[in-house]
């Protein structure tokens, strides 16, 4: 390891040098791609097919009158990007999704979330089209778009719905891919980390060429990609601890209370049990589970990918085409082991591994009969009597000596190693179809696609619950008294390790969970000039218009073991069996209108108006339907031809989804910090006690109750038969700037509103919690806001078993609402700045920033749509925010070119973020209920948010890449990654959700891999 980080830093040098070819004032000019891009991309495909983002009509003499970000295959390959979520991630303006860096939440698959609205309220398209989406919730992979062949990316902000159907609420993510490709390129990448670790490797080819003369195309593209595991810690000691946030700053036992040695939930207001650390006795639960050292900042990933398409002109202007896809993706997620997390076990008092020491304690402690409220303990002679009492006496009778201890189970199994999900993902996509021209201004394009994803994943290392409680039934330490199964007794007496290979791999198996989805559409579309225009204007009137069909299906299908819930222990909650399917019968049209050019004040007007009617057919019983409108109108003005005015007003739809329409009812996880009935707080309110207890908590747990493990607490929810359509106004005004006396300057800004109405949506912890718990009264103890809340039986806790406890109740509906707005600025300037060292030299420049004004969201604001009621998440981070979503962020690059060298420097920003202001006044609330000292100073005492954690500074991060053009067919990129090696801020692990805030950090949002260095070459002819 020593030689090879010597010579990675030996490559940093030398890498270093080359990038700094051209001197320092690389580094102190403004620049970007972005520009550029556009603009040798438009030219490039001036004769080929137009795709235009955001309108069905393909006119490149049109404006647009929405914002549409475009990031070109320059861009791409400056960026050296292995997969599209993670050019997403960084724009300014999207949330953090689903990718590579999340882990213990990563379901094998990445996704974009545009404007913090949700990865399931936008559509992803390829050439303008959908694609098979890649789960029950309809949202496609991004691990499958075909990079290599992609020549522009568009997102388009707000929505699309009359463009492109539902779904597309927050925009669009249109992938572009060249069209018309001859010739052949090979490029092999390779980047590592300065720590030695996260190698990625890449590599892809890509075929075309022209036949018949020019009037056929083909091509296609080959790819490959591997990439390696980082884990937590190691060189990266802000990850090695578990460092709860709501606590003192690195304080001993911090983790999980599932832990090892085993640790007892006794009960009846017992304070927990963790066996001793020789394995001979018991002791006041001392050790939790540091669990970060298991988990990853980058999953392991591999992909096999290929990518076809063909055009052929069969007549003189009617052409046939198609375009294929297969990828075949493996992901895989790596967390700390299973084991049987705050489950009931019975025990035989007889067990044999239990010491004498342990039996003493829990005769004298721990319930010997459930069945009577309290914990039922034995006497000394009881005790003895039962220590060597077999269940039943030689003639068959039961043995009245014979007893039972019954707790809560905490056991981490170690020795079964690390859980492993092995995600699976073939995705076959293909498109045919036909177009031409109807007149020389009317043209035609008829096409069908069929597409398929098979998403397989194979749990690995996860203890069954009911193998455990089989094993903990034993006779002695060779026999059980059930021996089906082969049953090998289970030592939990024992200290770490003294769990045999035997016993581990007798209480853990393999389990499975398939999930298939089918995509099927038909699509009509007649568009073109109706040789009518204004007799004010040079263009004609343009229309499109068409009808679209498709249909979904998808299924989730688990084997016994992955649907039984709690069996697979620390799995997260059941995966049950879901089969759903849904048809949609589209008619659409859309016009543009230019009323005048080349008039004084009016260099160009121009008016656009669509509408699509959408008729829905669920595949359930009694068939339900049910219909939407969606429409725009938008409009463009230019006083002069430096200057624009552009805007548009929609009302967009988003129909529920599979998942949403067809999920079982089931108990799973979500993310609390702070618990209400916890501690002392119940003991000095009479109606907070009256709450818990009502809730399930035993009555002689009150001022007992633990926070939730790890910040991890059951919720039971799933989808709703019921739910209709959700329905948002977006709009958005701005202004384009080209002027003629700076050449190569444009700029552009953009203030956008979305505002989404009957939002499907699942309240957040904190709502939940503030429901029941805010304004407590004598009634609170009947309302179904609190009754619908349950507790753990044994410790009156949120998690634990979730056969027993559900936690908090969640089901989806159409209360809620969402609102987001903000402003776009986005600038791009490139120059010639003449002969430099003999050299032409070029300099471009390019800033893409966006303003968050707000994003808010409200539970139920069907009841109540005041502001007050809404929860604000820009600029905050907690359990009920999700990904961070900074008030101002941006990304600048500056490139300068001298010759066949060209020196980029990337610089992107985030400003300074906050916990949640709601959450903390809520904890603040609890936490003097509670009788913590001081907690919202500087001594927390467990109750609040450690103060270090309350805020994240402002953050910047330098990518420094130098491109080589070798020679005419050859060419070299190397990059340095964070050129700094700046560290993400810690806040811990328990501040936000799961999914985004490991490692004790947000791993999504703030690079935690730290420097890497990236090396591809690229040859083309």
Known sequence: ?????????????????????????????????????????????????????????????????????????????????????????????????IGSSVNNGNGGSSYVNLR????????????????????????????????????????LTGGASSTYGADAISGVVNFITKQDFAGMEATVSEQITQRGDGNVFRADLTMGANFDDGRGNAVLSLGYQNQKEVYFGGDRPFSTLTLESYDEFFVAGQGSSTTSPSRFDIGGGRTPQQVSRDGTGLSNYYQAFNFNPYNVFQTPFERFNMYGQARYEVADNIEVYARGMYSNNTVETIIAPSGVFGSAVTVPVSNPFMTAAQRAYLCSNADTNPGVSGNQTLTAAECSAASTASKFLANGAANPDYREFTFGLRRRTTETGPRISNYNSQVFD??????????????????????????????????????????????STGACQNTANGCVPLNIFGPDGSITSAMSDFISDAATVQENTKLDQVKAIISGDTGISSPWAAEGINFAAGAEYRRYAAQQSSDVLAKTPGELGGAGGAAPDINGGYEVYEGFG????????????????????????????????????????????????????????????QRAVRAPNIGELFSPVSTGLTNLGTDPCQGLAPLSSADLRAVCIAQGAPADVIGTIQAPTAGQANITSGGNPNVGPETATTWSAGLVFTPAFLPGFSGSIDYYNIKVKSAITTPTPGDLIAACFDNLSAASATSSACTSIRRNPITGGLDGDPATTGGLFGVLSNLGALETSGVDLNLAYSTSIGTVFGQEGRLSFSFNGNYTAASKFNANAVADPSDDAFRECVNQYSVNCGSIQPKFSFSQRSTLGLGPVDVSLLWRWVNKVRFEDAQLESDLEAATDAGCTDPAGTDPDGCMVDPRFRTIKAYSWFDLTTRFEVSKNFDLTMSVFNLFDKKPPVVGGTVGSTSYNGGNTYPSSYDALGRRFAVSARLKF
């Open 116 to 155: 913090g609205l949700g990865s399931n309220r936008n559509i992803v398209l390829l050439d303008g089209n959908r694609i098979v989406p890649a789960d029950l919730v309809g949202r496609v992979d991004l691990n499958n778009i075909p990079l290599a062949l992609v020549q522009r990316t568009d997102v």
């Open 590 to 649: 859309e016009l543009i209108l230019p009323i005048a050019s080349d008039m004084p004040g009016i260099h160009e007007l121009t008016v656009e108006a669509g509408i699509r009617q959408s008729h829905y057919k669920i595949a359930a019983a009694g068939n339900p339907t049910f219909d939407t409108t969606t429409w725009k109108v938008a409009g463009t003005w230019a006083p002069v031809p430096d200057f624009k005015v552009r805007g548009n007003y």
């Open 1 to 97: 390891m020593k030689t090879t980080k010597k010579s990675l830093l030996s490559s940093a040098t030398y890498l270093q040098s080359l990038a700094l070819v051209g001197g320092a004032a690389a580094l102190l000019s403004s620049t970007a791609a972005f520009a550029q891009d556009a603009a040798e991309e438009d030219a490039a495909s001036a004769d080929q097919t137009i795709v235009v983002t955001g309108s069905l009509i393909r006119n490149p003499n049109l404006s647009a009158s929405a914002p549409v970000a475009t990031i070109g295959a320059q861009e791409l390959e400056l960026r050296q990007s292995n997969n599209a979520e993670e050019v997403l991630r960084t724009l300014p303006g999207a949330v953090p999704s």
């Open 430 to 475: 293909f498109r045919a179809g036909v177009r031409g021209n109807i007149t020389d201004a009317i043209q035609f394009d008829v096409s069908a696609s069929h597409g398929e994803s098979k998403k397989l994943q194979t749990i690995q290392n996860y203890v069954l619950l009911s193998r455990v409680r089989q094993a903990l039934l034993a006779t």
